[in-house]
């Protein structure tokens, strides 16, 4: 079992930066590979960023690459989504999820473990 749960969001001008937190508990990051999503009033859960179990590896949405970064630090059981750059158009909750199956996931499906969200909102 993992439980996640996030922290980090607000609501910021067009521009600035967020950094959002997920802290792990239950089993160790290492076992797991992580993803960031992020959902907007009336619309569907939508990928953002991954890191691999190993930590190696990243993916990221094409609308988001080169803004934001994923990262995990093992050691504090702590996955991180470095957001600079936000447009109004960031604007969602935004979830953690983990994954004990997969070295790497981008689908809702593959993710067994969810945190609770964290609200981003970008004002322009």
């Known amino acids: 079992q993992v439980q996640l749960v996030e922290s980090g969001g607000g609501l910021v001008q067009a521009g600035a930066s967020l950094r959002l937190s997920c802290a792990a508990s239950?089993?160790?990051?290492?076992?797991?590979?992580m993803g960031w999503f992020r959902q907007a009033p009336g619309k569907e859960r939508e990928f953002v960023a991954a890191i691999s179990r190993s930590g190696d590896n990243t993916w990221y949405v094409d609308s988001v690459k080169g803004r934001f970064a994923i990262s995990s630090d093992n050691a504090k059981n702590t996955v991180y989504l470095q957001m600079n750059s936000l447009k109004p158009e960031d604007t969602a909750v935004y979830y953690c999820a983990a994954t004990l199956r997969f070295h790497i996931a981008t689908l809702p499906s593959q993710f067994d473990y969810w945190g609770q969200g964290t609200q981003v909102t970008v004002s322009s």
């Open positions: 239950g089993r160790t990051l290492i076992s797991a590979s």
